[in-house]
Each structure stands twice: as structure tokens, then as C-alpha cells.
């Protein structure tokens, strides 16, 4: 068994110079063992089609919302904007770079998670405004990324909105509620009925 490396190398040293010449002279697509490349698919009508996968389509929506979205979006407004509690208003944009960090992370998380939403397979509503919130989910995850890569304070503030909008549009569509739902209201309204008008 030592010698079966040196037997591997005079037999490829002997066989190559006989070889090579004939597959340099086999045009493409003439070796019936090698399938001719396949024709690329028709462009969709869609502007918006979903992406191609080469592969399968592992996880489904539901997974891919427990294990990636919600633990990324939780993640990221964990540290972004204010909450106001009886101790008054608490700032939560990062002071460190290990919440940095994490902001960092949980926005790149975002981004992908928009173009797995959008694959064959996932993408719910090809025709209807399923693709334009994954790809709004997408865009706010990088500004997710650009503003805690700059540790900006507002804009931090401002992708955890965008993210939240993209969310909450998309569920509000998507996700069947019952009919008091606040997805399917006009809160503004729902105040100026009950007397609580904005101010």
C-alpha cells in the first residue's frame, strides 16, 4: 500500500499526454456524456420575481420567522431607541461595542432574512406586495447595519422604525387576525371615534 502513490503518478504521467490533447480538441456540447448547459428560464412578467433558488428550500416561512427574523428584530430593538417606565425615559442605543455588536449582527440577520423570504418556495404572494416588504425588510436592515457600523444614534433609531414597518405591514396583510385587530385599523381613527383624538 506505501507504493500505491508512486503507482498513481507514473500511470498519470503516462496517460495525461495521450488525454489532454483530445479533450483540448472536443468542442462544447459535442461529448454526448456531458449534458449541454441548460437555457437560461424566460424573463417573468413580474418585475419582481422570486429568486431562483439552486437548491432546496430548507426551512419554511413560519421557521424562518421564529429562528431568524423575530430573534434578529428583538435583538436589534433591544438597542435602539427609548422606553418610558415610572423611572422615566431609558435610552437603549449601545454604549459598548459588544451591544454594537450585536446591533451589527442582528441588522446583517435582517437583510438576509428579506432575500430567504423572497425565494421560490417562500415567496407567499409573487404578485401581490409579498416581495416589496421582504425587499423593505431588507433595506432597513442595511440601514440597520450602515447606522450601528457609524454607532449613530438616530439612525439606529430609524432602521429599528423601518424594520418595525416592514414587519408590521407585512403581517398586517399576511397573517389572519380577528376582525378587532389593531393590524386592520386605522388607529388614528379608532382614537377620533373613541374621543382621544392625537393632539
Not at 18 to 28: E, Y
Not at 69 to 75: F, G, H, L, R
Not at 158 to 169: E, H, K, Q, T, V
Request: aromatic share 6%; with cysteine.
Amino acid at each position: 500500500m506505501r507504493h500505491l502513490p508512486v503507482l498513481i503518478a507514473a500511470t498519470l504521467a503516462f496517460a495525461l499526454p495521450a488525454v489532454l490533447p483530445a479533450l483540448a480538441q472536443t468542442p462544447p456540447g459535442s461529448d454526448p456524456a456531458i449534458p449541454p448547459a441548460p437555457k437560461p428560464a424566460p424573463a417573468m412578467a413580474n418585475p419582481i420575481a422570486p429568486i431562483q433558488a439552486p437548491g432546496r428550500v430548507l426551512l419554511g416561512v413560519k421557521d424562518i420567522m421564529r429562528h431568524i427574523v423575530n430573534p434578529a428584530a428583538e435583538a436589534y430593538w433591544a438597542r435602539s431607541g427609548e422606553i418610558d417606565d415610572e423611572k422615566g425615559a431609558t435610552d437603549r442605543t449601545p454604549t459598548d461595542d459588544a451591544n454594537w455588536k450585536i446591533s451589527l449582527d442582528s441588522a446583517a440577520q435582517l437583510v438576509e432574512a428579506g432575500n430567504l423570504l423572497q425565494m421560490e418556495g417562500r415567496a407567499r404572494d409573487p404578485n401581490g406586495p409579498w416581495m416589496k416588504y421582504a425587499i423593505q425588510l431588507t433595506n432597513a436592515g442595511l440601514a440597520g447595519m450602515a447606522a450601528t457600523q457609524a454607532k449613530d444614534h438616530d439612525k439606529t433609531f430609524n432602521a429599528g422604525s423601518a424594520i418595525y414597518d416592514a414587519c408590521f405591514a407585512c403581517h398586517g396583510r399576511y397573517i389572519v387576525r380577528p376582525k378587532d385587530s389593531l393590524y386592520k385599523h386605522d388607529i388614528d381613527q379608532d382614537l377620533k371615534n373613541a374621543g382621544k383624538a392625537p393632539k
